[in-house]
């Protein structure tokens, strides 16, 4: 029975370590911050040059689509904040659906690029207010 | 008129409060009249509640613009069938819906059991179930309610969000709210097991099929979503692990380990507190869902509106996990194990018992990655989101795990299997699936990851045929019937068994699609004038014209596309954007795709030039990803193998009846 009880107790120890090392391979790889723009420009010098999430509203007028060359670009501004600072942002590739619409907020994954001061985006992900139940708010 | 529905919502809360107190008052006083009032209650309620959702369905199709909800999400030129679904497009009638499936399960439940007059688990049961139905009819009644009246009315709807106008919007919900709803009578049962102290066999005999039912239909509900977001969103995939979407998946991970952990306990008496556990997680889990989708605490790309339901339902959630900790708590003493152990690490009940660890560390690393913003922006002040990597690096090698398990099982005899015998049984399989691994290399598979996904399927799959020629070989040798006849003897005779078996064959095609299309789709953009080709991979395109079209409520400009594969023509695609009346400056992306048994070619048009007609393509090539289509198919026809043609005999349903009755008798009822 003593023998089993070890047993028993090893195997567990064993699965929790591999598991845990599976989340701390899984958090490595997959964790990233996820900011409003204006956190972005405050948290600019620790965060290094790693992937970030970034959180805004689209500036009106500024999405500008270069068919030719495939590329995008719009300005990015904290959600329902006039004066915040405003993140230049460059995307390869098509403009997703509903990205001109009023109000639309948006999700962009990628890195800022010091230098150029833009962000350059391979991700974008948009998130419409109205897709499926209006805010209380509205209705 | 207007107010039918209305009234009848308040009745059904008031049938419910009164089923609530005959319940309390019949198993208090020990009356058999209070209890059978409150069985009868349950008739009402299900018919409240049914004429309330047809009023509503029919001030759907009538377009009843006066009452808010039906303005909100219909058009008089919307389809009829959208105007149908209308009753679940929205978070008022979604939950109209989930109160009405509740009250028809409720019913059900109590009508089935032949017993009933002198059940002493069925007013208990009821209780459970009745106290979630009254839940649900105080959000209908007072939080969202669904007829409530317009102040002004309108001409017309502001019609239906273009996204939802697709027929993944007919079936994706309803299946999610029947898997979730059907777990409330598990749940039920298993509560009213734990309040009679009693967690014996009977409450999962009785609610076997309903387990079934419900896990089939949450499963077919993932996959809709999925399949409607590879139709409709136009990213080219089908899971992105969304928060959203984890919180459907969750529950699906709890009640898989279940309807395992229930086998070793009907076979070998153990894991009782872990089954109701279980269940309970499960039934949680999917309020905790609802929860998430709802309040808007977890950023999504699914913008469900952001209410104060969504704190309703994490009352009801605490709730519910402190009564059921509670029952679970008090009794533990009582119902400790006192069954025998498992004996040996290389058993089938040991196998189940991995699947579960398993299945239940992939649930809590989901869990973790999908609250891991809330805990660190609790801890550490900032946000900090997890991706798909994240779920990814973790639950890949943990899903290789439970295929290779799949495999196993089978080869492992119930209690002790000799060395010998698993290394017999594991001879064929594995010389196959060690095989399969050249084949592989040579056909282009050459990373770590697929090459497992695909070598171990290859293993589940043979030792699944493995089994069925077995079973019918021993059938030919011991009745000297023929192969045909011995096969469909044994695959009737044990219905439930080679149910399972089929269930694990799709669940590996599944596997195989979302394998191929995660490790190996391709994707290029391509700018192309009239008239001009792209080569991409195997494909030649040819952008022809750029043409539009009006239907419905909608007019859509597509460009269509000439499709050559390895120089042969093989016909013509049409992405498109479809521009919706109500919503004319939000195009939505119409995919259009060809799709094959080996890959799929799916082309989303991204923007045009209005005057030179040049576009935008977005060429995504999935492999394998019908499978996963394919593979939904097969686990449906597994499961209704297992449960649906088993008509049991009326002395069986009795036997069981009479051995619960006899099992509970002698007991102290509260």
């Known amino acids: 029975m003593k023998g089993r009880q070890i047993t028993i107790v090893f195997s567990v120890l064993l699965i929790m370590a591999a598991f845990s090392y599976l989340v701390f391979l899984g958090m490595k790889e997959g964790s990233m911050y996820y900011l409003e723009v204006s956190e972005l420009f405050e948290k600019l010098d620790e965060m290094g040059n790693g992937k970030v999430r970034v959180n805004g509203e689209i500036v009106p007028g500024s999405v500008n689509y270069d068919l030719a060359a495939l590329t995008l670009n719009f300005t990015l501004k904290d959600k329902d904040i006039e004066d915040s600072p405003r993140l230049n942002v460059i995307y390869k590739g098509p403009p997703p659906d509903m990205l001109e619409q009023e109000g639309v907020t948006l999700v962009a994954e990628g890195f800022y690029n010091m230098e150029k001061r833009i962000f350059k985006a391979n991700k974008l992900l948009v998130k419409c207010p109205s897709k499926y139940e209006k805010k209380e708010d509205e209705a | ?670």
Not at chain 2, 570 to 591: A, S
């Open chain 2, 1 to 670: 008129m207007i107010d039918f529905g209305k009234y009848s919502l308040l009745f059904s809360l008031i049938l419910s409060i009164l089923v609530l107190i005959g319940l309390i008052i019949g198993i208090r006083k020990k009356d058999g009249r209070f209890i059978e009032m409150s069985y009868r209650g349950t008739k009402g309620i299900f018919a409240f509640m049914t004429f309330a959702c047809s009023f509503l369905v029919y001030a759907f199709i009538m377009d009843d613009f006066r009452i808010e909800y039906v303005a909100s999400y219909s058009e008089k030129a919307l389809p009829i069938f959208y105007k149908i679904t209308g009753l679940w497009a929205g978070q008022k009638g979604s939950l109209l819906f989930w109160g009405w499936l509740l009250s028809l399960f409720t019913f059900i439940t109590v009508q089935r059991d032949e017993h009933r007059v002198n059940s002493l688990y069925l007013p208990y049961t009821l209780f459970f179930l009745n106290l979630t139905s009254m839940f649900f009819l105080v959000l209908v009644n007072f939080v969202t309610p669904p007829f409530e009246l317009m102040a002004v009315f309108p001409a017309d709807g502001n019609g239906l969000n273009p996204l939802l106008q697709n027929p993944g919007m007919v079936f994706h919900p309803p299946t999610l709210y029947l898997g979730y709803v059907g777990f409330t009578v598990p749940f039920a049962f298993a509560m009213a097991a734990l309040v009679m102290e009693d967690l014996g066999e009977w409450w999962i005999k009785k609610t076997r099929t309903w387990i079934l039912f419900s896990w089939v239909c949450l499963t077919l509900g993932i996959i809709f979503g999925g399949w409607w977001a590879y139709k409709e969103l136009g990213w080219g995939g089908v899971w992105g692990w969304d928060p959203v979407e984890n919180s459907s998946f969750m529950p699906w991970l709890t009640a898989t380990a279940f309807l395992h952990s229930v086998i070793i306990q009907e076979k070998r008496r153990m894991l009782k507190i872990w089954n109701v556990s279980l269940i309970l997680l499960t039934f949680s889990l999917c309020i905790f869902g609802t929860f998430i989708t709802r309040s808007g605490i977890i950023s999504s790309v699914h913008a469900f509106g952001q209410s104060p339901v969504g704190f309703v339902f994490l009352g009801f959630l605490i709730l519910v996990l402190a009564a059921g900790i509670y029952l679970i708590w008090t009794r533990y003493e009582k119902l400790k194990e006192q069954n025998p152990r498992i004996e040996a690490f290389l058993s089938r009940e040991s196998s189940f018992l991995y699947n579960n660890i398993i299945l239940v560390g992939i649930c809590f690393a989901t869990f973790w990655g999908t609250i891991f913003p809330l805990i660190s922006e609790a801890v550490k002040g900032v946000k900090i989101s997890v991706g798909p990597p994240f779920f990814n690096t973790i639950n890949a090698p943990l899903f290789l795990l439970l295929i290779l398990l799949m495999g196993v099982c089978p080869l492992l005899g119930w209690r002790k299997t000799s060395s010998k015998g698993i290394l017999i049984n594991c001879l064929l399989p594995f010389s196959l699936t060690a095989l399969s691994l050249p084949v592989l290399y040579i056909s282009g598979i050459r990373s770590f990851m697929p090459a497992f996904f695909y070598s171990f399927s290859v293993f589940v799959i043979t030792t699944m045929l493995r089994e069925f020629y077995l079973g019918t070989k021993a059938g030919v040798k011991n009745s000297e019937k023929g192969w045909l006849l011995s096969f469909w003897t044994l695959v009737t005779r044990n219905r439930r068994k080679y149910g399972g078996f089929i269930i694990h064959i799709g669940m590996v095609f599944i596997v195989l699609g979302l394998a191929g299309y995660g490790y190996f789709q391709y994707k290029e953009d391509a700018v192309l004038n009239i008239g001009q080709e792209v080569t991409i991979k195997n494909y030649r395109l040819k952008y022809l014209d750029l043409t539009s079209r009006t239907k419905w409520n909608f007019e859509g400009v597509g460009a269509r596309i000439e499709v050559y594969d390895s120089g042969a023509f093989k016909g013509y695609l049409r992405p498109e954007k479809r521009f919706y009346k109500k919503r004319e400056n939000q195009p939505t992306t119409e995919v259009a795709i060809m799709d094959g048994i080996a890959e799929d070619l799916y082309l989303i048009l991204g923007d045009w030039d209005r005057r030179s007609g040049s576009i935008t393509l977005t060429v995504v090539i999935n492999p394998l990803i019908s499978w996963i289509w394919i593979g939904t198919g097969v686990v449906m026809f597994g499961t209704f193998w297992a449960v649906l043609p088993k008509r049991r005999r009326q002395e069986d349903v009795g036997l069981l009846e009479k051995e619960i009755i006899l099992r509970l008798k002698g007991m102290e009822i509260e």
